[in-house]
């Protein structure tokens, strides 16, 4: 039987299991890229392993979701990682140099190889063909040791995109039409795979738009094939030596095949507060708007940002609109200065940032109180721009620049009916990818031109707690009772006033679901161990590793939810929490306060395979919790988690 680009890699990846869905595999990591929020622990569980240097054929270390260093903190935070990179061997990308997924793409993203990366939009060079997989933390440092990395084998869904984008419709547009149609949900389990004529219309910077919102879609990973627009895209990197040929077998089969036809496709918007709240812009048209900001790893690279600068050639934003372009890497910036948008940018009224992920995650430009902000980002989770009650919009940098022209939501089709003169700026290749823009670029520093070889910690730089062996009794109060989809952003908010906390667990944790009870850290202590109770798709979003490390360390043993996003659940196991299933009626009946106890013996259960657990709730009713587990994630469980884990294998080995 034929294979599909997804099998064809993991084949050659495979090192333990079966390509067949749902059971768990093993598979070689090629290449690794942390950022700055998750990379501090990533280094410290490296240490810990006691291994000398990155087995990985690559490594690299971002600084980009909080470059601004207005605390010594975040400074502190950037040294610890430079002298990492430098002692273990991997790359070092300076603080302002660009957003991980965009700065990886342009220099080590190749296809065929795969990729983990401590951050869930990692997919994002899957445009290349490249197969990368969003983690946690850990994950991470036990691949750069040379460990597989294990995850269920997905589905292969087969997105095949036929057509081609009318004017003013852009690569965002299909990945808003595919939220829209399928929810954030949609995705779990699968990685979406881009085939037909409509794909192949499509170029790099647009495909990894695609498959950069695709972790909004919660698939395990997206990719295209490879053609003559991947290696076009490689040469202009200098890195065409590195094309290789990707394409389905004509008898591939797929689990399901879900159909775009792009010529149908129109403007379209993510309403607050969810990705996939996707209406046509013109539903919305007529809304103020206060803040426009185009960039982001979804959107940030000089592609994307031609086209807003073209539509304001010649004109200004709008008196009462700001409007913020915020590249997604300095490659971006310095192909707009090169080629002079910078300056037709800023004579028409535009900000410039540097490129970081700053605004996404509420670090700069937060929007005003009660005012509605257009962005050509990923997320739009309710307060993860910096303020409680925000009201952002996402969308594509041409809906987002009618609005700053306009200053309100508008269909960009009827701006330039009104306007007149306002011409589709379309999608333009940049060609103008000169010298200093490849891996010699000085912003990135190679294991060969290392700067420190040993590890500088500053005072907030603190140890990774460890945790015990799985307890046989596990008994404690319902310590939080949730809702469906509490995000990580929920578990651990990302602003900057709590992010500087990243290395110093002990204080971090005291913002720990703050969002969502602020009395809930300090009950966590008080209480000594406990249970979170939530509702479907728990700790969806990032792979904030912290937002289970947190709760560790409160004393949390164990989750009860009816769903749990992917990478959460995996990050449950690494840091020892039980993360039991339970179905409606169970999530129903039980309250916050209530005693919970799981009659058996957990500890004894998780080894021997136990799936199903009685939980008795005060003493009164029973029902049963279910236990989805590998054999590998039970044994990590059971050690404590997989630092504990990881740490006893190498010692006995
Ligand atoms: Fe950075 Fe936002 Fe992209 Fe995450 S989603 S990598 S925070 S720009």
Request: contains cysteine; glycine residues 10%.
């Amino acid at each position: 039987m034929g294979q599909t680009i997804t099998e064809k890699i993991l084949d050659e990846h495979l090192v333990e299991g079966e390509l067949t869905p749902g059971e768990e595999i093993g598979i070689e990591i090629d290449q690794v890229l942390t950022q700055d929020t998750t990379g501090t622990m990533v280094w410290l569980q490296f240490e810990a392993l006691d291994l000398d240097e990155v087995q990985t054929e690559l490594a690299a270390q971002y600084c980009d979701h909080q470059t601004y260093q207005f605390d010594f903190k975040n400074t502190d935070d950037h040294r610890f990682l430079r002298s990492a990179a430098g002692t273990f061997g991997a790359y070092f990308s300076r603080p302002g140099n660009g957003i991980c997924h965009q700065v990886h793409k342009e220099n080590f993203a190749a296809p065929g190889k795969t990729l983990l990366g401590s951050d869930s939009h990692t997919p994002t060079p899957g445009g290349l063909g490249q197969f990368a997989i969003g983690a946690g933390g850990l994950d991470i440092a036990v691949a750069m040791g040379g460990g597989p990395y294990y995850v269920e084998m997905p589905e292969v869904v087969n997105v095949e995109l036929t057509g081609e984008l009318p004017e003013w419709a852009t690569a965002k547009d299909v990945a808003l039409h595919l939220l829209g149609e399928l929810t954030v949900k949609g995705g779990v389990g699968k990685v979406l795979e881009y085939t037909g004529e409509g794909a192949e219309s499509l170029t790099i910077p647009e495909r990894t738009t695609i498959t950069n919102l695709g972790t909004e879609l919660g698939a395990t990973s997206s990719i295209f094939p490879t053609d003559g627009k991947t290696k076009e895209w490689l040469a202009l990197q200098d890195r065409e030596d590195e094309f290789v040929d990707l394409a389905p077998d004509e008898d591939a089969e797929y689990a399901d095949t879900i159909e775009v036809d792009l010529s149908s496709l129109e403007p379209l918007i993510a309403c607050p507060s969810m990705p996939d709240n996707v209406v046509p812009v013109s539903e919305v048209a007529g809304t103020d708007v206060e803040q426009v900001i185009i960039g982001s790893c979804t959107n940030g690279a000089y592609e994307d940002i031609l086209p807003g600068a073209k539509m304001l050639e010649g004109r200004e934003v709008d008196r009462k609109t700001e409007m913020i372009v915020a590249p997604g890497s300095k490659q971006a910036s310095e192909m707009l200065s090169r080629e002079g948008w910078t300056a037709e940018l800023m004579a028409a009224g535009v900000n410039f940032s540097e490129a970081t992920c700053g605004a996404c995650i509420g670090i700069g430009h937060v929007p005003a109180s009660d005012s509605v902000s257009l962005r050509t980002f990923n997320r739009n989770f309710e307060g993860r721009s910096g303020i409680e009650d925000d009201s952002v919009y996402l969308c594509s940098p041409e809906v987002a620049t009618a609005a700053a022209i306009a200053g309100e939501i508008v269909d960009p089709r009827d701006l330039a009916d009104d306007l007149g003169d306002l011409e589709a700026p379309g999608f333009e290749m940049g060609s103008n990818y000169g010298p200093g823009m490849g891996r010699d670029d000085p912003d990135i520093i190679g294991p060969d031109e290392a700067v420190d070889d040993d590890l500088i910690k500053g005072p907030n730089i603190g140890d990774v707690p460890l945790k015990d062996e799985l307890a046989s009794d596990i008994e404690g109060e319902a310590l939080l009772k949730m809702e469906d989809n509490i995000t990580t952003d929920h578990i651990i908010p990302a602003t900057a006033d709590i992010l500087k906390f990243r290395s110093n667990i002990e204080k971090l944790s005291e913002f720990t679901l703050s969002r969502v009870d602020d009395t809930f850290a300090q009950r966590a202590l008080d209480a000594d161990g406990g249970f979170l109770v939530a509702g479907e798709n728990y700790g969806q979003g990032s792979s904030r590793e912290h937002a289970a490390l947190c709760p560790m360390f409160l004393g949390v043993e164990g989750v009860l939810a009816q769903s749990f996003a992917r990478i959460h659940k995996a990050n449950l196991f690494n840091f020892g929490l039980v993360p039991l299933t339970i179905d409606e009626e169970t999530y129903e009946r039980i309250e916050q306060g209530d005693d919970v106890q799981i009659v058996d013996d957990v500890g004894d259960g998780v080894r021997s395979g136990q799936e199903e657990f009685t939980i008795r709730v005060n003493d009164d009713w029973e029902a049963t919790a279910r236990l989805d587990a590998s054999e590998r994630e039970r044994d990590i469980l059971a050690a404590g988690g997989k630092l504990s884990w990881t740490k006893a294998q190498h010692d006995s080995g």
